[in-house]
């Protein structure tokens, strides 16, 4: 992506795409019939796969999705990212349950809302684990059971239901697409029956993935239509064959393949060489995918507002036996200890430190509810004993932070170990965001780490006004 005020966008209007959805609705509907009923168990792994990952959203209704597996991205962008999500998407994403809940029946449902005001709200959440990489010789399989938002015609002009993969160093950099890698495993616009997956990679524009198009091909969903019925879309990363292979699946039919030998030798390793990708899943409203598809806006006066995404499951498997790692136990509390420990993986609340500098304590109106801590400005710091990494390195920092400070006015979050006069292994910048007690989830690369360790939440800023609160905190 370009650093100029006007970055290209992330995924814009990919001609080959556009040309093919124009006749999509000639393609026969052939092919296996839709799974039912709605609600489906995550499939049993198969002989000779593992099971890496998967959520069944399995919960109560109007719950959020689990807090362990996922995080939000809030608002128009990311902080410091490109605006408008970098693809010209109209929507403002929360973390409210009018816009992403668990229905009470084993799926989650993204829903666009057009408020009275006439602005749409959605909501994209992500992966807390950026490392879903298949190991050397074995094949990676991601796979979600998903029907799209059921509208069509002109009533679901500007729909953009996503299920995607970004390359972990994405996260809290925002400058490094298409270079780090994007598998979108199914996308759809507007409404038509049809499933797009694409491979964005390289450089912007043209380069070896022709972006801002991306390397993509599309096909109507098999039996049902997208939008009347759930199907399994599944995307499979294959380094157990030379040239290694990237494929698309629907309902396991195979409509797309990229070989790694239609790719340079640098592309396909800045995408491939990196710790491995986090999943997305987001409905957006507008932006250049379905307004070029359209050929016009969208959304427009006859959008409807209210239809959701509905997601089944997500689960990743790995071909041969996943490696466990080894986890160190966190330590018990002892009377010498009375800290005890926590588990760096696990959401820290902010209010649970063991010492601090500065820094006050308040009812907060994010979701869950509880305490956030407040007042922080410059020299202020939190400090939590005992906490354990465990032996396999984290690589991410993300906190839950909001602010109202003034314009202009700024600071960073960072993260030491073990003495306030160590350097920082990772910050982030942090302004404004909208109120005190509007909230965001950022992200941050940080140094390699494992063991266990004093963990300091610090805080600099050129300036002495009090400039953000934090709510929780948590490592991947």
Known sequence: MSTTAEPPPRRRTRLRTVIA?????????????????????????PSGWSLVWADDFNGAA??????????????????????????????????????????????????????????????????????????????????????????????????????????????????????????????????????????????????????????????????????????????EWDRSVTPNQLRWY??????HSVSQGQLDATTWNNMTSHAGYFLLLNVAMGGAFPNGVAGTGTPTSATVSGRPMLVDYVAVWQSGTVTTPTVTPTPTPTPSNP?????????????????????????????????NVSHIANGDWLRFDNVNFGSTPVTQFVARVASGAGGGVSGLVQVRLDSLSNPPLGDFAVGNTGGWQSWRTVPANITATTGTHTVYITFSSGQPSDYTNLNWFTFS
């Open 250 to 255: 629907v309902d396991g039919q195979q409509y």
């Open 62 to 235: 109007n719950s959020l999705p689990s807090s362990s597996n996922w995080i939000f991205s809030t608002g128009h962008n990311y902080p410091g990212g490109p605006g408008n999500w970098g693809t010209g998407e109209i929507q403002n994403y929360t973390a409210d349950a009018s816009n992403v809940s668990l229905d009470g029946s084993g799926n989650l449902r993204i829903t666009p809302i057009r408020t009275s005001s006439g602005e749409w709200t959605s909501s994209r959440i992500e992966t807390r684990r950026t490392d879903f990489k298949p190991e050397a010789g074995r094949i990676l399989r991601i796979e979600g059971r998903i029907q799209m938002p059921n509208v069509t015609g002109s009533a679901a002009l500007g729909y953009w239901p996503a299920f995607w993969a970004l390359g972990a160093p994405y996260r809290g950099n925002y400058q490094n697409w298409p270079a780090v890698g994007e598998f979108d495993i199914m996308e759809n616009v507007n409404g038509l029956n049809a499933v797009y997956g694409v491979l964005h990679c390289g450089t912007a524009p043209g380069g070896a993935c022709n972006e801002f198009n991306g390397l993509g091909a599309n096909r109507a969903c098999p039996g049902s239509t997208c939008q009347s019925a759930m199907h399994a879309y599944r995307f």
């Open 21 to 45: 959805a124009v006749g999509v609705a000639l393609l026969p509907v052939i092919g296996l019939a839709a799974m039912d009923p709605a609600r489906a168990a995550v499939p049993s792994t």
């Open 339 to 371: 800290g005890g420990g926590v588990n760096a993986r696990s959401t820290i609340q902010a209010e649970s430190y063991q010492a601090q500098n500065g820094i006050q304590v308040e009812t907060t109106t994010d979701s869950g509810g509880g305490q």
